[in-house]
């Protein structure tokens, strides 16, 4: 076998160049390089059923004539700055993801392929050229997109409670934190109200935990079902306790809202167990409202909500205490 070195140090069989263009056409990517004026020299066959051009008809051909929509793209600048600069360019995916209008191999109106295009100048003869590899990315991309997807339904499965679909303990922390935040940033109020199933050791001991998991769900439909404003947050706090962030909402509209909370539950008419304070489910209800100076961060807001609702319980429950009127 013939071998001689290549300017790259590589060893050169005499078999080179013809085995050159065979791996040129078996590569699994597009190959095209262009001379100074920008005319294709050399274009693989993996381009020819992505484009439904073969080589005999683009060679000699300005590559931007070819393919008119590289004018003004990434691709374009950076074959300028190769020839201008010598420089070498990974053209961001981020930007253009496709480029080339390039399908599926023999699709004619499919999607474009996603594609990583890098463009290399290099010297032969005295003469500047120009190499662009285009490897279709779209798999890749697929997968990326799969995977963020599947991310964000973790993520926003971790924020919703398994029993009554509504958000949970982790989902309040971090909405009452913000709404805070938000509330003193503008001057404005939110208040909270947490609220208690009454008597729900007698009514699963009566009914069963399971009818006790639906009676659970009910009474969160129904509490979620009456904030009507899009920041409103229902979460369920802790086992058969619930809560109501409520931004933009002072002490005396929490109550009404409170009202009318208890007010629809007990007009559910569910039935509760013999030894309830009343003989459907009801709720105790604790309001309070950030005030300033008072009541500013979530922790005493939390104290003073709960407060109020253990006062409604002791008041005989199915009730309403707001803060303060203990
Ligand atoms: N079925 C069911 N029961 C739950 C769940 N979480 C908590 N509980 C029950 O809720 C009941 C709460 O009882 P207590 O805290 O004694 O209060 P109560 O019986 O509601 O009485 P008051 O709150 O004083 O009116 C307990 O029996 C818990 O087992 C749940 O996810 N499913």
């Given at each position: 076998m013939i071998t001689s070195k290549s300017e790259a140090g590589g060893a050169v069989s005499g078999a080179a160049p013809a085995i050159a263009a065979r791996v040129l056409n078996l590569i699994n990517g597009g190959v095209i390089v262009i001379d100074a004026d920008r005319r294709i020299v050399l274009w693989n066959s993996w381009l020819t059923p992505r484009c439904g051009r073969a080589a005999a008809r683009v060679i000699g051909q300005p590559l931007f004539e070819v393919f008119a929509a590289l004018r003004g793209s990434r691709v374009e600048a950076a074959v300028l700055a190769a020839f201008a600069e010598d420089l070498s360019t990974a053209i961001p995916q981020a930007e253009n993801r496709s480029p080339f209008p390039l399908r599926a191999a023999g699709s004619f109106d499919g999607p474009l392929i996603e594609q990583a295009v890098t463009v290399s100048p290099f010297r032969e003869d005295d003469q500047t050229f120009c190499l662009i590899e285009i490897r279709d990315v779209s798999g890749t991309v697929e997968r990326e997109k799969?995977?963020?997807?599947?991310?964000?339904?973790?993520?926003?499965?971790?924020?919703?409670?398994?029993?009554?679909?509504?958000?949970?303990?982790?989902?309040?922390?971090?909405?009452?934190?913000?709404?805070?935040?938000?509330?003193?940033?503008?001057?404005?109020?939110?208040?909270?109200?947490?609220?208690?199933?009454?008597?729900?050791?007698?009514?699963?001991?009566?009914?069963?935990?399971?009818?006790?998991?639906?009676?659970?769900?009910?009474?969160?439909?129904?509490?979620?079902?009456?904030?009507?404003?899009?920041?409103?947050?229902?979460?369920?706090?802790?086992?058969?306790?619930?809560?109501?962030?409520?931004?933009?909402?002072?002490?005396?509209?929490?109550?009404?809202?409170?009202?009318?909370?208890?007010?629809?539950?007990?007009?559910?008419?569910?039935?509760?167990?013999?030894?309830?304070?009343?003989?459907?489910?009801?709720?105790?209800?604790?309001?309070?409202?950030?005030?300033?100076?008072?009541?500013?961060?979530?922790?005493?807001?939390?104290?003073?909500?709960?407060?109020?609702?253990?006062?409604?319980?002791?008041?005989?429950?199915?009730?309403?205490?707001?803060?303060?009127?203990?």
């Open positions: 799969r995977l963020l997807d599947h991310a964000e339904s973790l993520r926003a499965r971790s924020y919703v409670d398994g029993l009554t679909g509504i958000a949970n303990r982790r989902y309040f922390d971090v909405a009452l934190d913000r709404e805070l935040r938000r509330a003193q940033r503008l001057g404005g109020t939110l208040s909270l109200l947490l609220t208690d199933i009454d008597s729900f050791k007698a009514y699963n001991d009566h009914f069963g935990h399971q009818a006790g998991d639906a009676c659970l769900s009910a009474v969160a439909q129904a509490l979620a079902s009456r904030l009507k404003r899009p920041a409103d947050v229902a979460a369920r706090y802790g086992g058969e306790e619930f809560a109501a962030i409520l931004p933009d909402t002072d002490a005396e509209q929490a109550r009404r809202l409170a009202e009318s909370i208890r007010e629809y539950v007990a007009s559910l008419n569910l039935p509760h167990a013999p030894t309830a304070v009343r003989p459907c489910v009801t709720l105790s209800i604790g309001v309070a409202s950030m005030e300033k100076g008072r009541l500013e961060d979530a922790k005493a807001l939390i104290e003073a909500a709960d407060k109020a609702l253990y006062a409604a319980k002791r008041g005989g429950r199915d009730r309403v205490v707001v803060d303060g009127e203990a």
